[in-house]
């Protein structure tokens, strides 16, 4: 196998999602099966919203110029009503949250600031704005005006707004065909049996789960036997996937031979090896229409690596704008000493603002454990000596999976 030079954390991040291609398919969806999918083509407004001027409050709209007055009241409009203009003299509406407000009223008092209310008439408070509790037709979202643009993913908030413009279809690109496969013939499915020799398969299952956490589908396709004629001909299979992960088998031992098997297939090397731990043996690239997200063999390295490299990768796969991991400033909890010349990755806790590393970072690449007792994680750069106790730093939830366009999660001095 040929011996890799190792690339930067931040290097290795960018490079992924740099050299990843989107993909191009297309389909319609309807609104109920919309939520966490990228839109494809410009959504425009069908019409204004608000579709008409309206009431923010209720209270009594009427003509600015009335403030301070005593008016009687013309009639009470309700949301749904429709009523032309027919104000007299002297003369206000009493109105409703969401009533449509007529052409000769443009400031709408709330109930709680009027005096002296009756059935018939109401003294207007004198300090109010014109135009106060006016909600403007179109104010909002002008008719024809672009609401999402391709590679837009779509939230719960977005779904409503899309309802309010009376759309239950759109063009989305269609969800990635990921397969996931592990390697090693020590390694034993959950539902075999396994002696004290044998190794159960933890990476496979934990790598669909936190694909599936980001709203990707995966299919576990098994494990590639230790045996490169074999790797080459199962591989040689799997050019129809937009993407394929695998874990273990891309070190320099004689049995780990992933590397040549995928290069014997027509893969280019994005990179191999990165300045990080845990988990350097990472190796990434294209074979064809394919791409390879190969992942170390430990199971704490394989879904490290899986979230730092593989993820913003797959979502530019995908279709997305915004790729990269969002972050929240946290306080560190105290003093930690680490290894200059490399990316730290360090897990931890973060509670009410507090991050604290899991075991004070005593943990090992083939641990477990530490990823279950975490919630969230952070990348000190190469510069890094000590983080100190109340450093503000910057900390990538678990359980956040919204996204931003640019690369600024790691912690540099």
């Known amino acids: 196998m040929k011996r890799f030079t190792p690339i930067s954390f931040a290097e290795a991040v960018r490079t992924a999602v740099t050299r990843a291609t ?15 999918r990228i839109v494809a083509s410009d959504i425009r407004a069908r019409k204004n919203l608000p579709a008409y001027d309206n009431s923010a409050m209720d209270g009594f ?9 005593r008016l009687r009241v013309k009639r009470t409009i309700f949301a749904g009503d429709h009523i032309d203009a027919c104000l007299n003299e002297g003369e206000c ?3 409703m949250t969401g009533a449509e407000i007529p052409a000769d009223a443009d400031t709408v008092a709330p109930l709680e600031i009027c005096d002296d209310i009756t ?38 908030a977005d779904i409503a707004l899309l309802s309010s413009q009376g759309i239950v279809g759109i063009e989305v690109y269609t969800p990635l065909r990921i397969g996931i496969l592990s390697t090693g013939n020590e390694l034993k499915e959950p539902w075999e049996y396994a002696d004290d020799t044998a190794i159960y398969n933890a990476n496979a ?7 599936e956490s980001f709203g990707f ?28 992960v695998t874990s273990g088998g891309i070190s320099t031992g004689d049995a780990d031979f992933i590397y040549d098997a995928f290069l014997a297939n027509g893969m280019e090397v994005w990179f191999h090896g990165v300045r990080h731990k845990p988990g350097k043996g990472v190796m990434m690239g294209k074979m064809g229409e394919t791409h390879v997200m190969a992942m170390p063999g430990n199971p704490l390295a394989t879904l490290l690596c899986l979230h730092a490299f593989a993820v ?29 010349g490399r990316t730290d990755i360090v897990l931890g806790k973060l509670e009410e603002g507090v991050f604290i590393p899991t075991r004070n970072n005593k943990i090992g690449s083939g641990m477990l454990t530490p990823l279950s007792e975490s919630n969230a994680v952070a990348y000190f750069g190469e510069s890094y000596g000590t983080v100190e106790r109340e450093d503000l730093v910057k900390v990538v939830s678990f359980a956040d999976t919204t996204r931003t366009t640019h690369f600024k999660t790691l912690n540099e001095r």
């Open 119 to 156: 059935e018939t008439e109401v003294t207007l408070p004198s300090e109010i704005a014109a135009g106060s509790n006016f909600r403007r037709k179109g104010e909002e979202l002008q008719k024809g005006a672009a609401i999402f643009r391709p590679g837009h993913r779509l939230v719960a």
């Open 217 to 244: 589908e995966a299919s576990y396709l098994g494990k590639l036997p230790d045996d490169l004629e074999a790797c080459k001909t199962k591989i040689e299979t799997l050019k129809g996937y937009d993407a394929i």
């Open 93 to 95: 509406y009493r109105i």
């Open 61 to 69: 709209a009427f003509k600015a110029g009335d403030a301070g007055k």
């Open 22 to 36: 989107p993909k191009s398919d297309r389909e319609f969806v309807t609104l109920d099966r919309a939520l966490g």
């Open 312 to 340: 913003p990768a797959l979502f530019k796969i995908a279709g997305a704008n915004a790729c990269h991991h969002n972050y929240a400033y946290a306080e560190f909890s105290h003093d930690l000493t680490l290894r200059s």
């Open 205 to 211: 299952f934990g790598i669909v789960a936190m694909l």
